[in-house]
């Protein structure tokens, strides 16, 4: 059954540093997702994507975010120059675009800003 | 505004006890989706079930079962002779019509649901 990739699983980061974390989205998805969960705390929705470009973002995904789809298979998320408030887990996920469907989530990528 | 309220924070039921999370939404939209997430401790999103704001036949899988009602904008989901496995946090998440596709989830804060054996 095709799934939602993420890298890398863990990520430690100095404070002031630029991540990207990774994510293949499934082959015949159009929309992508970013979301984010502090841990003990709920998730939450940053950023979606389609046909190469934002279709709608939260708060949260400030200009330190960025996402880009570099090439037909990955979707990327840039913190610039991370913070301690963005040790999070983030997830990834992607749908088809038919309205009504289920996001597929990825596994998640635990990232740790010290 | 959206919102997905999940009143219970933790529940503790022994195994083999019957057990309902409770979820409540607010929406401005008449076209909405509804979902439930089940998060183990290994911490990925497993989804479990979605509804469309059109269709409030409940819906039975196995041990899980769903009541979905407008009136009450209530979404609830029961598990049914719970099991050590069923042990986990779990979302609900409403995403409202948007452009004709799937907008983002909106997610309540969870139920954290412990089954002792």
């Known amino acids: 059954e095709p799934e939602v990739t993420q890298t890398p699983s863990h990520q430690v980061t100095q404070m002031g540093q630029e991540v990207i974390l990774r994510c293949v989205p499934i082959?015949?998805?159009?929309?992508f997702y970013w979301y984010r969960q502090i841990l003990g705390q709920k998730v939450e929705f940053l950023v979606s994507f389609y046909n190469n470009e934002i279709s709608e973002k939260s708060e949260i995904f400030d200009d330190q975010f960025s996402v880009e789809r570099p090439d037909g298979s990955n979707f990327t998320l840039k913190i610039r120059s991370t913070k301690l408030e963005d040790s999070a887990m983030y997830f990834c996920a992607s749908n088809t675009g038919t309205s009504g469907y289920e996001q597929y989530f990825g596994p998640g990528t635990r990232l740790t800003v010290t | 505004a959206q919102k997905v309220t999940q009143a219970q924070t933790e529940i503790s039921v022994v195994e083999k006890e019957d057990v309902t999370l409770d979820c409540v939404y607010e929406?401005?939209?008449?076209?909405?989706?509804l979902f439930w997430y089940k998060q183990p401790p290994s911490g990925e999103l497993v989804f479990l079930i979605r509804r469309n704001s059109f269709d409030e036949q409940n819906e039975i899988s196995g041990r899980y079962s769903w009541n979905f009602q407008k009136s009450t904008s209530s979404f609830n989901f029961t598990i049914t002779a719970s099991q050590v496995v069923d042990s986990a946090v779990y979302f609900c998440?409403?995403?409202?019509?948007?452009?004709?596709?799937?907008?983002?989830?909106?997610f309540g804060k969870g139920t954290k649901l412990s089954v002792k054996p």
């Open positions: 998440a409403l995403s409202e019509n948007y452009g004709g596709s799937q907008g983002n989830l909106i």
């Open positions: 929406t401005r939209d008449t076209t909405y989706y």
């Open positions: 082959s015949n998805h159009l929309y």
